[in-house]
């Protein structure tokens, strides 16, 4: 034998060894098992992406707050959708205390989910394409701003927890008030307190998981529900609202007016009296034997959606209907009883010589 | 020469091992150690959906969801909590975790432990997870509470500790996991994989089976020790329904914190009375456990079911004077005001 | 060959564990290890936990021992309903007497102390400001009185965060610098320990958010740190009730976002050293000062009557000053704060079924984020429904038990108790001050020295001086000057020297504590303790009171040695400072071979002396 190949044995004998000793290792369970260290450093890179939302007077002197997260440098930030946006004036305040003016920039009501900007650069977030799906038994953090507790530069609440099971949220209607039943995660920490909705579920390494969920009862068994809607089942809608899908803004349309536009009075829908620059357009009445009537629209719905536009006011939903064609069918989303529910429809147009 | 094969492993065992080794922190093994025990009761935890039954039972909307039970017995025994059962549904069905449906008779009530015994007629014999001995069970070690309310295929779980062992007087394991209708009936679990108790909401101010349900998610919760569901499980099966055992007493403090365990009054013709106690005797021992206070003694009867016999040992005028009483179930209160010494009966 | 077969298994086996890193029923030996650390982690620290119920056994809140001899922290409110004496389960499950030491009704804490043991099981206590977000941490105590065997419940989460202020809700009760937790907190928790992995001490369990669900814990608890707690240990141990420091000003931002002074009192400490209206605060108490409740958090964890560094900013220039801080409220209020409450209950247990009491004002959607510059003032009750943090008042007893007479104080409670108006305890008082006093007097016993003393030396920048005190005043000679100050002239009118802020009346009081003692000075009591510039750690204070002046004597807690004194001629002015160091033997007797004279932001004078002569009086 030559000395090479002696020595190839010994080392080939030696590597085995260490490979047997690793196994068995394995095998016991024994090793490098790092203490909690590693919790402290993930929520200290974690909390410079969470930010405090704050809906100013608005009417009603109503003061609303929730949580939300960065999911771009430029300031994109993943909220909830709910009452505290209904507002021209929403102000976001940062990790380190910097405030700003934030816009809404879409939401889609079906899934809850609404999407802000802010002015800004260079901010530390969350990589949506990162974000990843788990199941059931997962050890999370829940960081929102609960109660309000964190002002100015104070970090948000850190909360911990298990996935408790990933499961569609019902599969009977009326069983929670929201329009959204596609999976969510249950958790068992207490994460449906005031202000908490919008914050992120993040997994102990730091990645993305899931959106706080809002406030909701269990109405089968009168239990308040914690729960966060996975990044994937968001995904969808924060893209289309990022590609100016969803969104409410009608300034900047490319589109042309048509020479005759779409009108309410032509489906039939008579909305509540526009008295204050946001009303919601609810519908105040349906007029017999109109289109709307037809399809099923009813008085008390809400109009949430006009194709994929968010419509939040009459004046909005108005300003839409004048890029609608008046031959043209559309597709309404409306509010009912927490459920969403979508009508197509088009103007009678036979019965036009009628309208005023 | 090295042959290529034993290359080729020697580096796939190298990548293998670094992988495995690097990535299992504590709080990974620790995760994977939970799943892992839920993955080991979850075959005997089952889906109970009932059918009718009042909506309301006084100020409480009753549910309407899926509950949850534990397979105490091969062939077809399930334990689930009363609560689950309160609203008396006409028709119970229990689905198996392979997907089966089979309707379910209401066997017993344990009203002292709040369990119910169900029994459905099964082909297979039904796996049954092992028990964690109770003397075993420690404060701090993990307890997950488990559920099937959510998802027929897929338990939910929740994780918290053990924070007290023998609560509600001796009835039940506190865990600060939580706990609500979501998973009572259900088990809690050691990191073992072994059911520690069964979960109920418990008060220690009523005996009233509502009692403790508005604690749910709010880290206090409770679990009736497996040990002691398998003592009583015998009499279950054969249809019997448990109650509280009472003795007949009222001590002569109301202070059942740190109070003097003497007796203040004898309710006539009670367990006590018929065991010849008297007042101003002070309890001694009752079934061989020391009581220094009213809280040790009202734990050693109100753990005891009605029909227990109890070796009590009082001090009279000095002297110890051993006896015997069977605990029997606490008197209705009468529509009107009984006549004579109005006895107010405790335990 | 062989070697390669044997290869091929192990590389099998290691694919098959980590392709089921589930170990089915036998968990990894690290994670077993790990939760038998934690239990007896655990069961070690229940020992010292206590269950508080008043003497009647009625009411109901945790503790926690601090010390063998038996003080122990609860929360304030646990003792109230209590009276002056209760009685403390521990998780041996015996039970002990215990005694009010001091309270502290701002800060929600009180000090009581257990008899029957020298070798009570007792917290180790850590720092506070150690304490990290994410940290694992413990509860232990009585929530909703389940503890009928006294081992105390006990629930595990993890430090939510830290410095956490919460506004006063409708009653004194402030609480500063919190540490915030999703450890499950509950009423009946309220003075019981918050620990952290290592079973050590960092906070006292007391309030909770609650809303929707009325008092049951919803993941959102907040512990009083142990830190402040030991700020006012000095002061808590004196018996007396004790009040939380105010700055005189108070801060906001302004539009850079810095914190400035918004409003400011003319006759506060702090404007006599200079800070203004509009200054920035740069740092307060040693701690950097970023927003108005970092301000709030560190004066929240200060007592009345300390005095710490201020830094302040104005254009441009820093400004370094030490200031002294007043007490919150009147003393007329704390005394009030302390009277027992007509018996009621404060949290209902609810009935079976029956939902806790919701809170009224969450039907309404009142919500209160409030932009960062809007910060209410701290003195004012802000009604924020929404943001509603309760104080967790144990369950208490049904009230039939309220309406029995009271139970005679047992003999070892009353031989540790003394009733007095401000005071909590009295008793405490006389023990410290008496302590106090015996370790000044051991190194030099003044008492029967009633007659002239005169110190002779020099100035520090030069010059001789002769100083003579005696009953009927006292004489300085210097060089160019001499100044002499009468007693029938009175202590708080002829405060002389000019600019001294009356050193020879304050030189006179420090003669007449030496030679009249604690009997015959006027009355003296003990503060507590309380940082001294230039000195490691606290030291004790006595306050003695005579001729219209108040004065602080401050002592070295281990040799006793009498290191400053203050004399306050009245409230809202500077006070005379005086140092005494470079003691050195005479006769059995330490004295002082330097005295330094402060006066607002001057040294007065600075004497050393080498020349003792004190008579006895004739």
């Not at chain 1, 380190?96 to 900007?117: I, M, T, Y």
Request: charged fraction near 25%; proline fraction near 6%.
């Amino acid at each position: 034998m030559s000395d090479i190949s002696v020595h190839s044995n010994t080392a080939t004998r030696r590597l085995i060894a260490v490979l047997c000793c690793t196994v068995v290792a394995m095998l016991l369970g024994v090793g490098p098992t790092s203490a909690d260290a590693g919790v402290g450093d993930v929520i200290q890179q974690t909390q410079p992406k969470i930010v405090k939302i704050y809906g100013a007077g608005g009417f009603g002197g109503l003061e609303a707050y929730q949580s939300g997260f960065l999911i771009s440098a430029e300031g994109h930030i993943l909220t909830s959708f709910s009452y505290v946006l209904d507002t021209d004036y929403i102000s976001v305040t940062l990790d380190d205390g910097r405030k700003f003016d934030a816009k809404l920039l879409g939401a889609d009501p079906r899934l809850e989910v609404a999407v802000l900007k802010i002015e800004a650069e260079g901010l530390p977030h969350f990589d949506l394409d990162e974000a990843a799906e788990v199941g059931g038994g997962t050890r999370v953090l829940a960081f929102s701003n609960a109660f309000g507790v964190a002002m100015g530069n104070e970090p948000a609440t850190v909360q911990h927890g298990v996935v408790s099971v990933k499961a569609d949220l019902a599969a009977k209607r009326g069983v929670f008030d929201t329009p959204y039943r596609g999976p969510v995660y249950v958790l068992d920490a207490m994460t449906n307190n005031p202000g908490a909705t919008g914050g992120a579920l993040v997994a102990r390494d730091g990645r993305c998981l899931a959106m706080l969920g809002k406030e909701l009862k269990n109405s089968t068994n009168d239990t308040w529900l914690n729960y966060a809607v996975p990044i994937a089942e968001l995904r969808g809608s924060v893209d289309d609202i990022l590609q100016g899908k969803l969104t409410a803004k009608i300034e900047d349309r490319e589109a042309k007016k048509p020479a005759r536009s779409l009108e309410l009075a032509s489906l039939g829908i008579v909305l509540v009296p526009d008295i204050v620059s946001r009303t919601p357009p609810y519908v105040d009445e349906v007029r017999p034997g109109s289109p709307a009537e037809k399809s099923g629209i009813a008085a008390d719905d809400l109009i949430v959606l006009m194709g994929d536009r968010l419509v939040q006011s009459c004046k909005i939903l108005v300003g839409e209907l004048e890029y609608v064609d008046f031959e043209d069918s559309i597709k309404l989303s409306v509010l009912r009883g927490g459920e969403l529910i979508e009508f197509v429809l088009r103007a009678d147009i036979q019965d036009d010589g009628g309208q005023q | 020469m090295i042959s290529k094969t034993t290359k080729t492993v020697c580096m796939l065992l190298a990548l293998l091992c670094c992988g495995t080794t690097v990535a299992d922190d504590l709080e990974t093994l620790e995760q994977q150690a939970l799943t892992a025990a839920v993955d080991e009761v979850a075959p005997s935890v089952v889906r109970i959906e009932t059918v009718g039954g009042s909506e309301r039972i006084g100020k409480m909307v009753f549910g309407t969801g899926p509950t949850t039970g534990l397979v105490v017995d091969p062939e077809g025994y399930i334990i689930s909590s009363r609560f689950n059962f309160m609203n008396n549904p006409a028709s119970i069905l229990v689905r198996l975790p392979d997907g089966s449906r089979k309707p379910a008779k209401l066997v017993a009530t344990d009203h002292n432990r709040m369990v119910v015994l169900l029994k459905i007629d099964v082909e297979q014999p039904l796996p049954v997870a092992p028990i964690a001995p109770l003397g075993e069970i420690r404060v701090g070690q993990w307890a997950i509470g488990m559920g099937r309310t959510y998802d027929a295929q897929r338990a939910n779980m929740s994780v918290g500790i053990v924070s007290a062992t023998e609560r509600i007087w001796g009835k039940a394991i506190q865990t600060d996991a939580a706990i609500s209708p979501n998973n009572y009936g259900g088990p809690l679990v050691d990191i073992r994989g072994r059911v520690m108790g069964v979960l109920v909401p418990l008060s220690p101010q009523s005996d009233n089976a509502l009692a403790g349900m508005e604690w749910y998610d709010s880290g206090i919760g409770f679990a009736v020790p497996a040990e002691q569901i398998q003592a009583v499980l015998p009499r279950l099966k054969k249809g019997e329904d448990l109650r509280p055992g009472t003795v007949g007493i009222a001590f002569t403090t109301e202070d059942m914190n740190t109070g003097e365990p003497v007796i203040g009054a004898v309710r006539p013709d009670s367990p006590a009375d018929k065991a010849g106690l008297k007042k101003g005797d002070r309890f001694v021992e009752i079934e061989g456990a020391e009581i220094r206070r009213t809280a040790d003694a009202k734990r050693e009867i109100a753990s005891r079911y009605a029909g227990d016999k109890v070796k009590i040992v009082v001090l009279r005028d000095g002297k110890r004077v051993e006896s015997t009483a069977e605990l029997s179930v606490r008197p209705k209160r009468p529509a009107r005001p009984a006549q004579g010494k109005p006895m107010i009966p405790k335990r | 060959m062989k070697r390669s077969r044997i290869l091929v298994a192990l590389l099998l086996i290691a694919i098959a564990m980590t392709a089921s890193p589930s170990w089915a029923a036998d968990p990894p030996a690290s994670v077993i290890e790990a939760e038998s650390r934690r239990i007896a982690v655990m069961d070690k620290a229940e020992d010292a936990v206590l269950a508080v119920f008043g003497a009647g056994g009625g009411g109901g809140g945790s503790g926690v021992v601090i010390s063998p001899d038996g003080y122990a922290i609860t929360n304030f409110h646990v003792v109230k309903p209590c009276g002056n004496a209760m009685k403390c389960g521990m998780a041996d499950g015996k039970v002990y007497d215990a005694v009010i030491v001091g309270v502290d009704p701002t800060g929600d804490v009180a000090i009581i102390k257990l008899f029957g043991r020298d070798d009570f099981p007792s917290a180790e206590i850590a720092d506070s400001d150690e304490v990290q977000v994410g940290d694992w941490c413990f509860a232990m105590g009585n929530p909703f009185l389940l503890a009928t065997d006294f081992k105390p419940t006990v629930t595990y989460g993890i430090v939510s965060g830290v410095h956490r202020y919460q506004y006063p809700s409708g009653t004194l009760l402030e609480y500063a610098d919190c540490i915030q937790t999703d450890a499950s907190i509950n009423p009946g928790n309220s003075g019981g320990p918050l620990f952290d992995a290592q079973g050590r001490l960092i906070g006292i369990n007391g309030r909770g958010s609650f809303e929707k669900r009325g008092r049951v814990n919803v993941g959102v608890a907040y512990a009083i740190s142990i830190n402040q707690i030991n700020n006012f240990m000095g002061n808590l141990k004196s018996g007396r009730i004790v009040d939380h420091a105010t700055l005189g000003a108070r801060v906001g931002f302004d539009e850079e976002g810095n914190v400035v002074v918004t409003e400011i009192l003319q006759q506060s400490d702090v404007y006599r050293r200079g800070l203004r209206y509009d200054d920035e605060i740069v740092s307060f108490a040693g701690r950097p000062i970023t927003t108005p409740n970092g301000f709030k958090n560190v004066l929240g964890i200060l007592p009345k009557g300390w005095r710490v560094p201020l830094s302040f900013r104005r254009d441009g220039e820093r400004h370094d000053v030490m200031v002294r801080l007043a007490g919150v409220h009147r003393s007329a209020e704390l005394i009030q704060a302390v009277q027992p409450a007509p018996p009621k209950m404060p949290i209902e247990i609810p009935k079976p079924g029956e939902a806790p009491k919701e809170d009224k004002d969450a039907e309404e959607k009142q919500d209160d984020g409030k932009p960062a510059e809007e910060e209410p003032k701290k003195e004012e009750a802000e009604k924020d429904p929404k943001k509603k943090e309760i104080p967790i008042i144990p369950g208490g007893r049904p009230p039939r038990v309220m309406s029995r007479p009271k139970p005679p104080m047992p003999e070892i409670v009353k031989k540790h108790f003394e009733a007095k108006r401000g005071y909590s305890n009295y008793y405490f008082n006389k023990l410290h001050r008496q302590r106090v006093w015996d370790l000044w007097t051991a190194s030099g016993d003044f008492t029967k020295l009633g007659g002239g003393w005169t110190l002779g030396g020099r100035l520090a920048g030069g010059g001789a001086l002769e100083l003579v005190l005696d009953d009927e005043g006292v004489a300085l000679t210097l060089p160019t000057v001499q100044s002499r100050w009468n007693e029938a002239d009175g202590i708080v009118t002829s405060l002389v020297p000019a600019q001294s802020g009356g050193l020879l009346p304050a030189l006179h009081l420090w003669r007449r504590l030496a030679v009249e003692g604690l009997g015959n000075f006027g009355e003296v009591y003990y503060e507590g303790k309380s940082p001294l510039a230039g000195v490691e750690g606290l030291v004790d204070v006595l306050v003695g009171l005579h001729g219209g002046a108040r004065c602080r004597f401050m002592f070295a807690p281990d040799s006793g040695r009498l290191l400053a004194m203050e004399m306050f001629p009245e409230d809202d002015v500077d006070p005379c400072e005086i140092y005494f160091s470079k003691y050195a033997e005479q006769e059995g007797r330490f004295l002082p071979g330097q005295i330094k004279a402060h006066f607002g932001d001057d040294v007065f004078a600075i004497f050393e002396l080498d020349k003792f002569e004190l008579e006895g009086r004739k």
